[in-house]
């Protein structure tokens, strides 16, 4: 009797833009700043072979994971900042600012970083609506609005600049033992990295689990 074998979840998933600011950061700067989409793929590839126990790659998430969390900091205090008023009452009502065409992108992640990219965008995008909202009435100075907006950018650039600064070398951590030719090449074109990370004690918190390895017998 054939056994039936369950396939792996899938979903459909959109993400809505409404400051243009957002929708330059999906896109990048051509030679400059690294797309959304292409966060996408690299922290894809980096998990694949995090989950196949290369210590460079789980370095690289690790570094990813610390710029994420950074700027998630970073956006949660900029956005505080212009919503001070929101704990005085007020008499005037108004609905939630939002563009009248957003722009939706589809989302194709396939990582757990990814996702983390898009819950950052996301606050990113409420941020840059919430702060042109606030300049338009005035409860923002321009000069303020273009210190808070660049700050805003430049914290999200920086998860994507570290993000294309991870490298994968395709070895394991057991090449990394042995010192072979190929480790040596590895540490020559990576650099070395913390051995806390080489060992496998420190991982990020998101990162996948590491695919069984067995050592081949020796004798």
Same mark, same amino acid.
């Given at each position: 009797? %054939? =056994?039936?074998?369950?396939?792996?979840?899938?979903?459909?998933?959109?993400?809505?833009?409404?400051?243009?600011?957002?929708? /330059?950061?999906?896109?990048?700067?051509?030679?400059?700043?690294?797309? #959304?989409?292409?966060?996408?793929? $690299?922290?894809?590839?980096? *998990?694949?072979? %995090?989950?196949?126990?290369?210590?460079? %790659?789980?370095?690289? !998430?690790?570094?990813?994971?610390?710029?994420?969390?950074?700027?998630?900091?970073? !956006?949660?205090?900029?956005?505080?900042?212009?919503?001070?008023?929101?704990?005085?009452?007020?008499?005037?009502?108004?609905?939630?600012?939002?563009?009248? =065409?957003?722009?939706?992108?589809?989302?194709?992640?396939?990582? @757990?970083?990814?996702?983390?990219? #898009?819950?950052?965008? *996301?606050?990113?995008?409420?941020?840059?609506?919430?702060?042109?909202? %606030?300049?338009? /009435?005035?409860? #923002?100075?321009?000069?303020?609005?273009?210190?808070?907006?660049?700050?805003?950018?430049?914290?999200? $650039?920086? #998860?994507?600049?570290?993000?294309?600064?991870?490298? @994968?070398?395709?070895?394991?951590?057991?090449?990394?033992?042995?010192?072979?030719? /190929?480790?040596?090449?590895?540490?020559?074109?990576?650099? @070395?990295?913390?051995?806390?990370?080489?060992?496998?004690?420190?991982?990020? *918190?998101?990162?996948?689990?590491? /695919?069984?390895?067995? *050592?081949?017998? =020796?004798?």
């Amino acid at each position: 009797m %054939a =056994k039936n074998n369950i396939g792996a979840l899938y979903s459909n998933a959109t993400i809505m833009l409404h400051a243009n600011a957002s929708l /330059k950061l999906w896109y990048g700067v051509k030679g400059k700043v690294v797309s #959304v989409p292409y966060f996408f793929t $690299r922290t894809f590839e980096l *998990e694949s072979a %995090a989950s196949h126990d290369d210590p460079y %790659a789980d370095y690289g !998430l690790l570094n990813i994971e610390n710029a994420l969390n950074e700027a998630f900091i970073a !956006l949660n205090m900029l956005s505080s900042s212009i919503q001070a008023d929101d704990n005085r009452r007020r008499r005037v009502n108004t609905s939630e600012c939002q563009s009248m =065409k957003p722009v939706e992108k589809l989302l194709a992640v396939k990582s @757990r970083f990814g996702w983390r990219l #898009v819950a950052l965008l *996301e606050d990113f995008d409420l941020f840059m609506v919430d702060l042109l909202d %606030a300049q338009f /009435k005035a409860r #923002v100075t321009r000069c303020d609005f273009e210190l808070k907006k660049e700050q805003a950018l430049t914290v999200f $650039r920086h #998860v994507l600049a570290v993000c294309h600064a991870s490298k @994968r070398s395709g070895l394991t951590r057991h090449d990394m033992r042995e010192g072979n030719a /190929k480790a040596e090449a590895a540490k020559t074109k990576f650099g @070395r990295i913390p051995m806390e990370v080489m060992e496998g004690v420190v991982r990020a *918190e998101f990162a996948p689990e590491v /695919k069984h390895y067995q *050592e081949p017998v =020796k004798g």
